[in-house]
């Protein structure tokens, strides 16, 4: 096998479960793969940790679509709702003086300082949820808990009323979850009718943002909005949608996974409970070991560059793997064993360069403050299937297990938390 070879879709659902055997052996063969996607059409795919990170950085990369070829930009893949005149160029996709200036915008509330000063709040939110786990004989963590603590915070923080927030948590899941029994065309007509009810949502929001101003994001952006020279209205709309995906769907993958594979040896179950103050520690190794964001957006080259022995051209659609490269030996001593005590953990769960996580700082708060509560208190949380009958979301871009049957066991008080 070598870069030049056609690799079989990298994305296809037989990876989904467990997609680190085959990325070892891409890895070991080579940092750059030619690969054809499921829909017919290839990608440059990089799965080693120097070449992902280099490229990350590389200015001659873009995020923006119009930088990518005729073939690319004939499937629509610019647009997640199929509708042009919905998203605007937003912070993901943009580079740049935009970028800089969209990023500018928000940057301030997702920075270090700030994120701390929620821990409290977000430790509450977790306890309160572990709070209904008592007397249940089994459930499933992605809808009792990894799903709901992401949805409150990012409604919190966005400013979204509280008797809104069902409404709105059932649109989110509608956009970014795929119902097997629907089938794709009713999954896609779904998906479609929430991210049309969101957008709609956003209007009423950001008009009552202006009438009344409030404490929460939307209040804040509105107010940037009405100087168009810093953020245009479909702009505000689309950062919005942005940043309440990524904030949600991410962590909620994460939290999940993570419980998932803590779970998977008692021992270290055990270890998080007698300290769960580790958890934050813990957290690094975990987005290493099988972070939520598999690979990056999707980048062009805007001049020819060479990498590895692989020249990209201009317009050529390349992707990173992130799960690769953080598995990476050349970057991490014994890459395919969970270490909590790992001190040096080297990863690109967040990516890396001007589109570095936005929301990482949050991301962090929200599976350590998480992941604490439940250790802490549910000393006997145990998983209700083997770890090879969880079934998994199939998405290019994002891991997350569809549901985590669990027993909470014994669910102690707040007050008998470490």
């Not at 080693?48 to 280099?54: C, G, V």
């Not at 998932?260 to 270890?271: E, K, N, Q, V």
């Not at 972070?291 to 022995?309: Q, Y």
């Not at 001190?343 to 962090?364: E, T």
Request: glycine content about 8%; overall charge negative.
């Amino acid at each position: 096998m070598t870069a030049v070879d056609l690799l079989p879709d990298p994305f296809a659902a037989e990876h989904d479960a467990d997609p680190y055997a085959y990325l070892a052996g891409l890895r070991e063969a080579a940092p750059v793969h030619r690969a054809r996607t499921a829909d017919g059409r290839w990608v440059w795919f990089v799965t080693r940790y120097a070449e992902a990170r280099a490229l990350l950085a590389d200015p001659r990369m873009s995020r923006d679509p119009r930088n990518a070829g005729a073939d690319w930009l004939a499937a629509n893949r610019a647009n997640p709702t199929t509708d042009p005149g919905v998203m605007a160029p937003h912070v993901g996709i943009t580079d740049g003086a935009d970028h800089a200036r969209l990023r500018r915008l928000v940057s301030g509330v997702f920075a270090p300082g700030p994120v701390r000063a929620m821990r409290a709040h977000v430790d509450r939110l977790a306890h309160g949820l572990v709070d209904a786990l008592a007397g249940r004989d089994e459930t499933d963590l992605v809808t009792a808990f990894a799903e709901p603590l992401p949805a409150m915070v990012i409604c919190e923080l966005l400013g979204v009323p509280e008797g809104d927030r069902g409404q709105f948590r059932g649109w989110i899941r509608a956009v970014v979850a795929d119902d097997t029994q629907a089938g794709p065309e009713e999954s896609a007509r779904r998906r479609q009718a929430a991210v049309g009810n969101l957008f709609a949502y956003f209007d009423r929001l950001i008009a009552e943002a202006r009438r009344a101003p409030g404490e929460g994001l939307v209040s804040t952006l509105a107010a940037e909005a009405a100087d168009g020279d810093r953020l245009s209205e479909p702009e505000l709309r689309s950062m919005l949608f942005v940043l309440l995906i990524g904030g949600y769907e991410t962590t909620l993958g994460f939290l999940a996974t993570s419980v998932l594979h803590l779970l998977a040896d008692p021992g270290r179950w055990r270890a998080l409970h007698a300290e769960p103050g580790r958890c934050a520690d813990a957290v690094e190794e975990l987005l290493r070991y099988d972070g939520s964001v598999k690979t990056s957006f999707w980048i062009f080259p805007t001049e020819p560059v060479r990498i590895a022995g692989v020249e990209l051209l201009p317009g050529d659609p390349v992707m990173v793997s992130f799960a690769a490269a953080n598995r990476d030996p050349a970057a991490n001593a014994e890459p395919d064993r969970l270490l909590l005590g790992r001190s040096d953990a080297r990863h690109l769960a967040f990516g890396h360069g001007p589109h570095y996580c936005l929301g990482a700082p949050l991301a962090r708060v929200e599976a350590s403050a998480g992941l604490a509560a439940l250790a802490a208190r549910c000393p006997g949380l145990t998983l209700a299937v083997p770890p090879r009958e969880v079934r998994w979301q199939h998405s290019p871009i994002v891991r997350a297990p569809l549901a985590l049957p669990v027993h909470p066991g014994r669910v102690l008080g707040r007050s008998g938390a470490r």
